[in-house]
């Protein structure tokens, strides 16, 4: 018996000193424990700003990431897509074309860019193209001899050539500095690739091209004309009558006939 009085009090007082230690500790109220206490509390205040600008932090960065993720939308249509076909002719400037379209609900600015300025060149290097519209712009290429005993069709050029675009408030004179004014909103297209295309030999690449650079140069002609002139008319030996002269001397002869009657 003695013995289970001793294990009975011994267990009693873990128990006990078990159920007293959280007491104990809150409380003492100028000892250590209570600096102990309070500094979680004030951690767990602070702690809701700091997991706030952590969570802020983190939104953004998965924002980012979800962007990046996201297609790029295209504001332009080409035709071709990501090609542009030269006659090869070791030697000689050629030329090639490619259509553009704004496809967007907004007025578009489209820029050219080269890996080979001296060399290459485009005729627009850049426009505005309001919704829908579109223009065949022409790009002018330098053809180098093959080397090293190359075969001439088979020579690879590393010439490429990129077409940005940017989204604009409206109709408006184009000037290459909006790209750099607005980085952050300038859209990569496209990359394009040099393909050559034997001349003496018919396909249907080639034959495109040639009604691309026919329509081209024809346009190019057109804006050439001065515009028709939509102002006075002339009438008889060089007499200007405009609709305005026409009603004031019909009124003025109906004035004069009343005048004789009365």
């Known amino acids: 018996m003695a013995i289970d009085t001793d294990q009975k009090s011994s267990s009693d007082g873990k128990v006990w000193g078990f159920f007293k230690l959280p007491f104990r500790h809150t409380g003492n109220a100028n000892g250590t424990t209570s600096s102990s206490s309070s500094a979680p509390h004030l951690h767990t205040q602070s702690q ?17 990431v979800a962007k990046s993720l996201l297609p790029t939308r295209r504001r332009l249509k080409l035709d071709p897509a990501n090609k542009l076909y030269f006659p090869y002719e070791p030697g000689k400037q050629t030329r090639s074309a490619v259509r553009i379209k704004n496809t967007s609900k907004s007025y578009t600015a489209f820029k050219f860019q080269t890996t080979a300025p001296k060399s290459c060149f485009m005729r627009p290097p850049g426009a505005i193209l309001a919704p829908g519209e579109s223009i065949i712009a022409t790009v002018f290429k330098f053809v180098e001899q093959p080397e090293n005993n190359e075969k001439p069709m088979e020579q690879k050029s590393r010439v490429k050539f990129k077409i940005m675009s940017l989204k ?86 109906r004035q004069q006939v009343e005048v004789d009657s009365a």
């Open 48 to 64: 809701p700003h700091v997991e706030g600008s952590n969570h802020h932090a983190s939104a953004n960065s998965v924002s980012s």
């Open 168 to 253: 604009v408030k409206g109709p408006m004179d184009y000037v290459p500095e909006l790209f750099d004014e607005q980085k952050d909103q300038v859209t990569i297209e496209q990359i394009l690739r040099v393909v050559f295309l034997d001349p003496k030999r018919p396909c249907p690449a080639l034959e495109k091209l040639k009604r691309q650079l026919a329509d081209a140069d024809a346009a190019v002609e057109a804006r050439k004309k001065p515009p028709e002139d939509a102002g006075p008319r002339l009438i008889g030996e060089g007499l200007v009558i405009d609709e305005w002269k026409e009603r004031r001397e019909r009124y003025l002869a």
